[in-house]
């Protein structure tokens, strides 16, 4: 099973009315799309740039403005869009230090952002800003030491369950890798059972274990 075409990221986007009420429902869709995505690490960068592309269609073209939050890949970057109608209202960047209002959104962006930019269409402005990733491929994983050892495990349990199969040699589709995932799961679980632990306190040890890497990389950004 390799990185390439194992999880597939499709563009999406929402229309929305640009509101300050808005802000907090945009920033919570972002934190569940980047979680089926497997971008968790991204989250609060993510969070952030929505808040301020949003607050600067608020602040500079007006409260009630039909706008869209637009989400992609671009290649091995996560990139955000926010769409409004107004092509005159341009965004400006200024320190975020200075006692100026004005701007200092955009300097948040460009704090956390490896890229941003507007685009000027006949019918709409777009902003946008791109985040890194570390993923290898638009569609593969974060090249993370925990899922490199997970798909070298599958890639041996498949083939240990499927011994006519080269599966070493092709890849598992993601159907195919999620069924031999749980199955490694289950067949861990009798294995505890089988050695007189209890299968349920494994499943809360393993469930704490990941939540704490889980949320050790992200407290280091």
């Given amino acids: 099973m390799s990185q390439e075409a194992c999880m597939p ?3 999406w986007d929402v229309a929305f009315t640009a509101e300050p009420a808005e802000v907090a429902a945009l920033r919570r869709i972002m934190r569940l799309h980047l979680g089926v995505w497997g971008l968790q690490h991204l989250v609060d960068e993510a969070q952030l740039c929505v808040s301020e592309l949003v607050s600067n269609v608020i602040t500079h073209v007006g409260p ?3 706008a869209t939050l637009a989400v992609s890949m671009k290649s091995k970057h996560l990139r955000i869009e926010v769409h409004d109608p ?3 209202a341009l965004p400006t960047l ?3 230090d200075t006692d100026a209002e004005e701007g200092r959104g955009m300097a948040l962006v460009d704090a956390v952002a490896d890229r941003w930019g507007v685009l000027l269409r006949p019918d709409r402005k777009i902003t946008w800003c791109e985040l890194a990733t570390r993923l290898a491929t638009a569609d593969g994983h974060v090249q993370a030491s925990s899922v490199m050892r997970a798909e ?6 498949a083939a240990a369950a499927q011994p006519r199969h080269r599966v070493g040699a092709s890849r598992l589709t993601s159907t195919a890798a999620e069924e031999t ?5 289950a067949d861990f679980l009798h294995w505890f059972r089988a050695h007189g632990r209890d299968a349920d306190d494994m499943l809360d040890r ?3 274990r990941f939540e704490a ?3 050790a990389p992200r407290r280091g950004l």
Avoid: F, N, S, V
């Fill in 213 to 215: 890497e889980h949320a």
């Fill in 64 to 66: 009630g403005t039909p």
């Fill in 86 to 88: 107004d092509t005159r």
């Fill in 9 to 11: 990221r499709k563009p």
């Fill in 181 to 185: 995932a749980i199955a490694a799961i």
């Fill in 206 to 208: 393993a469930q704490m």
């Fill in 94 to 96: 200024r320190d975020a």
């Fill in 152 to 157: 070298a495990l599958l890639r041996h349990y």
